[in-house]
């Protein structure tokens, strides 16, 4: 990676020229959020991995001084037995692996190497080795490394057991035994092997152990035990004779996860409550002070990219969904503006098939050519059914009537059957592969649920289906690479390939592997572009892959005769021949325009929070021309020619702001709906499948569909992926594509993710600043020292086990906080509203008559039913501890508020908690910092954090008209929040009851 680096520092110099510079600033901190603390052999000083750097500490207490790299993240130290060496996983290039070097840093070498991710180093006791926890072996296991000859080998075949994942690996004082913990499932077990026989001395369901260590007689095991989702964490000695366990920290800490040393026989050394500490065991502790300096970037200003939200001309149409090519390769079908779309290729403007006031998407010919199969919510019920359309004759029937949402279909060579997902309403990562029988309807689950899948492609001899998966190596942590999966129809065996074993193909959502219709082929995205690769008729790959493009490609189909592929080119439409390599440029003449607001409007408010002035402005009148605010007055008596809306006994708000939500095409029209009736003007996706955030954003603007706007970005990370919509990208030529993809497709921000390295984001924000885009990650430090403009998340595990962010009792320490307030990096916590959490249990509680309201009666009935199970099984795992964790969180909330960091109101998550959770959000925050701060976050501050404040977030003169009625006093009782009245949206009027009405089946609809 370092050499790759060297050819992008021209590119790099030329972006710095273009952004704005930003001052340094320095500042100390003698606190710290979830670092180990790992005393020195000889006691003369501490090592902590403070914010994912290596410091050494006085023991006796000091100035903390890093020794490893700003850039390259360092965690877990472990000192040799003779106290001359550390060892620690280091991360670089895209993954873990162990390194070691002196403790003042010098000497510094990497002991393992390749794609395996390899973590928390232990020596053994001679000093001559290091044990390791790996996936290595496709699973995760304990592995030792010759420090002096980089010999690795697995420790023993009874740690290998491939029902379970073993890790956090630590050696007897003597040599004869090694202590680790074994996962299999819900359960974690502490296991000490001797000789190649494993004995369990502690076996928990639910909780995590975590990093055993040994007392200095061999008698006794010290380990963590934790609960995130109950917010508790613990230290606890395990008699190694006999199994018992007993508690050695003080209930009132905060123990971190990191870990615990022996200092003797009857003192620990650990971190807690911000510190480092001793404590004697049944005695009280004692504090290591430290002081450690960073260095951060304060914001940069830098000029933000214009966004046009008021003209009303002509715009091309950029989402264009799926598409996919007729068998005689005369015709593309595509969805957008929520239609299907047909376009006979050689005449520019395509034919709309469907229109509606629904979401019909995911076309999908059949082999013939003479049925188009496509899902669409027409229903009216908020389910997305699978219809059939005669193509000569256009009628239409709809095939199925399920409970949840089918995905992606795909005709069978004989046309006999559909191949589709379902998703489950209760995890919305599930997707299940169903067949459907055309000629009855009936469905027949072929495999459980995979994890957001890609679309699917049958075989050609009808045998089999191919579909992109998330595949990781072990069972302990959830990234992995993108593979092929074939899934036999008939048994539901499957087998996996890929034409790549170094690197995850390209991100699930955007690609699928096409099998040719001649079965000799299959063509996929890889690195951002279109290749192709001969396949048997088992679907393996045997000959070299074809790179077919050069530029990046999306949504790659075949002609019926296999002899080429059409693809979206960004917003073009591209055909390829495999015959002679050349491309052609398909023409697409489709436009949309803004919905407009022609009659003046004015609202008659008796309270207006404007975001502006604290509390309410009172008895003013706020005049809207099309879109905008003209007026802010004073009442008057008379508006000649204005539609007149009386809000005098009313509040009246800004248009709330989401600020981090993930859509699905599956939900249909109703989501948008939901925002709008719970307030919500406008949502921040960070994390959405490109086509699809820009077919939500040209179908609320252009009034096609009821929707907030939409601002979006897609997820670039590192190797190892986890979602759908997820892009690895690496220092290389796909960057490059990926960075200018964001300009071609209207991203409004760009958001990096857990895996991506520091050097490869760095490159992002000077991109991002340069054209005007901010940048969000789950990254705090070193993100702080290089722009990245906004966190989300509280708290996620990002590289780690566990958030560095917030404790496992959710508080945050004087580094988080100060890392936060003196770089301006703002902050979505999605804490009350996120769905699941403590939090939420907490806020959810504040409303037990949530099911009754409007809105929420208006959900399908599936999510309803999904919130219930949901809420009765977080009340049974963290019910007794949602009260004192939720309070810790509350005072965290405060915390960042008082210091003036940017706070704004997301909540993360999917379909059931769409809107109520945004209101739980803010609930949350008024019981921390009060309902007008908890306003602001969720209105001004929350159009910060998404670039738009120029527009949005306030009601002032000049701003859009984005705006909301509410029959309470927010300020008051902030669950006002749910009464609303009306909402304006871009200067469209819309009663509560139009938006709790569904649009209705737009034509006769045949039940199956």
């Known amino acids: 990676m370092r050499s790759m680096l060297k050819l992008l520092i021209p590119s790099l110099i030329a972006l710095a020229a273009g952004t704005a510079s930003a001052r340094e600033v320095s500042f100390e901190v003698g606190e710290g959020t979830n670092f180990a603390a790992v005393p020195s052999p000889d006691k003369s000083a501490v090592a902590i991995d403070l914010q994912g750097r290596i410091w050494i500490v006085p023991f006796k207490g000091g100035t903390a001084r890093p020794i490893t790299p700003l850039m390259d993240e360092a965690r877990f130290a472990a000192w040799s037995p003779d106290g001359k060496w550390l060892a620690f996983q280091y991360y670089q290039d895209g993954g873990w692996h162990i390194w070691v070097s002196r403790p003042d840093g ?147 800490e905060d123990v971190f996860p990191t870990g615990a040393s022996w200092l003797d026989r009857d003192t620990l050394s650990y971190a807690a409550d911000g510190q480092i500490k001793t404590r004697r065991i049944g005695g009280k502790s004692s504090v290591i002070p430290f002081r450690a300096r960073f260095d951060v970037q304060s914001r940069a200003e830098y000029p933000k990219r214009s966004f046009d939200l008021a003209s009303t001309g002509p715009r091309p149409v950029k989402g264009i969904m799926r598409p996919q090519v007729s068998p005689d390769g005369k015709a593309i079908l595509f969805t957008a503006l929520g239609d299907l779309w047909r376009l006979d290729i050689g005449e520019a403007k395509p034919k709309k098939l469907t229109d509606d006031a629904f979401l019909d998407a995911d076309p999908a010919w059949s082999r013939d050519g003479r049925r188009i199969a496509y899902l669409s919510d027409r229903r009216g019920v908020g389910t997305t059914d699978l219809y059939i359309r005669d193509v000569a004759t256009g009628t239409e029937r709809r095939l199925t009537q399920t409970e949840n949402d089918l995905m992606q279909p795909a005709w069978s060579p004989d046309g006999t059957s559909i191949a589709v997902f379902m998703r489950d309403a209760n995890d919305w990562h599930a997707a299940r592969l169903n067949i459907v029988d055309v000629a009855t309807g009936k469905l027949r689950q072929v495999h459980d649920g995979l994890f957001l899948p890609s679309s699917p492609t049958w075989s050609p001899d009808g045998k089999s289906i191919m579909t992109l998966v998330l595949r990781a190596p072990a069972k302990r942590f959830r990234k992995g690479h993108n593979e092929f999966m074939t899934i036999d129809v008939a048994t539901g065996a499957t087998r996996f390939s890929t034409p790549d074993k170094s690197r995850s193909i390209s991100a699930r959502s955007q690609t699928a592997p096409a099998w040719s219709p001649d079965g000799s082929k299959i063509a996929y995205l890889h690195q951002g572009v279109l290749w192709s690769a001969a396949v048997d008729a088992q679907g393996d790959i045997v000959e070299a892959p074809v790179q077919l493009s050069r530029a990046y490609a999306s949504y790659p189909s075949w002609t019926g005769d296999s002899k080429a592929i059409v693809y979206l080119d960004g917003t073009a439409f591209k055909r390829i021949s495999l015959v002679d390599g050349a491309i052609e440029d398909i023409a697409l003449d489709l436009t949309w325009q803004r919905k407009t607001a022609p009659q003046r409007t004015v609202i008659r408010a008796g309270r207006v929070f404007d975001a502006v002035t604290a509390g309410y402005r009172r008895d003013f009148d706020i005049v809207i021309d099309d879109n905008k605010i003209s007026e802010i007055v004073p009442r008057r008596a008379d508006w000649p020619g204005a539609r007149i809306i009386d809000a ?58 009821l929707g907030p706007r939409q ?11 986890y979602y759908w919509m997820n892009v690895g990208v690496g220092p290389d030529a796909q960057l490059e594509m990926e960075l200018q993809r964001a300009l071609d497709l209207d991203y409004d921000f760009i958001k990096t993710y857990e895996t991506m390295t520091h050097e490869v984001q760095r490159r ?153 959770g945004e209101i739980g959000e803010i609930m949350h925050f008024a019981e921390a910092y009060g309902a007008d701060k908890a306003l602001r976050s969720a209105t001004i501050e929350s159009a910060r954090i998404t670039g738009v404040e120029k527009y949005l977030g306030s009601i002032e003169v000049g701003k859009l008209a984005d705006l909301v009625i509410l029959d309470g006093d927010p300020l008051a009782d902030v669950r006002d929040l749910f009464k609303v009245n009306t909402v304006v949206r871009d200067g469209e009027v819309l009663p509560i009851d139009r938006l709790l009405a569904a649009p209705g089946p737009a034509k006769a609809d045949t039940t199956p």
Not at 181 to 189: F, K, N, P, V, W
Not at 661 to 673: A, C, K, Y
Not at 778 to 790: F, I, N, Q, R, S
Not at 863 to 891: N, W
């Open 711 to 721: 601002f979006y970005s897609v997820i670039l990370e590192g190797d190892r992926l």
């Open 764 to 916: 992002i924000v000077d991109f991002g600043h340069r054209h005007g885009l901010m940048v969000a990650s789950h990254e705090l430090y070193p993100a702080a020292t290089y722009g990245v403009d906004a966190i989300e998340h509280m708290g996620t595990r990002d590289r780690m086990q566990f958030s560095d962010r917030i404790s496992m009792n959710n508080r945050a320490y004087d580094d988080v906080v100060k890392l936060l307030s003196l770089s301006g990096m703002y902050i979505s916590p999605t804490s009350g509203g996120r769905l699941p959490g403590t939090s939420f249990t907490y806020q959810m509680r504040k409303l037990p008559r949530l099911l009754d309201l409007p809105q929420v009666k208006a959900f399908p009935p599936r999510y309803i039913a999904a919130y219930k199970r949901a809420m009765g099984y977080f009340e049974k795992v963290h019910g007794d501890r949602a009260v004192e964790a939720a309070h810790d969180e509350l005072a965290t909330l405060k915390k960042f508020s008082d210091a003036g960091i940017v706070i704004g109101a997301g909540t993360d998550g999917g379909t059931v908690s769409y809107g109520f």
């Open 106 to 252: 010098s000497e510094r070498r990497q002991l393992t190497f390749g794609t395996s991710d390899e973590r928390e180093p232990h020596w053994t006791a001679d000093g001559r080795a290091i044990l390791f926890g790996s996936d290595r072996g496709n699973s995760f296991d304990i592995w030792r490394v010759d420090v002096a000859s980089g010999t690795i080998d697995k420790v023993s075949a009874a740690s290998s057991d491939p029902a379970s994942d073993e890790f956090y690996p630590d050696a007897s004082p003597d040599g004869r035994s090694i202590a680790y913990i074994a996962a299999a499932g819900r359960a974690q077990s502490l296991v000490v092997e001797t000789d190649g026989q494993a004995r369990k001395l502690l076996t928990v369901e639910g909780d995590d152990l975590a990093l055993p260590r040994w007392s200095p007689d061999g008698t006794r095991i010290v380990i963590n035990r934790y609960n995130e989702d109950r917010a508790e964490s613990s230290l606890r000695i395990v008699d190694v004779a006999t199994g018992a366990e007993t508690r050695a920290d003080d209930p009132k």
């Open 648 to 705: 005098q006994d009313k509040t009246v708000i800004p248009g709330l702001i989401q600020t981090h939500i993930h859509h699905f095409v599956s939900d249909g029209e109703t989501p948008g709906r939901t925002w709008l009736s719970f307030g919500v003007t406008s949502v921040r996706e960070p994390g959405a499948e490109p086509y699809e955030a820009l077919e939500r954003r040209e179908a609320w603007a252009s009034g096609r569909r």
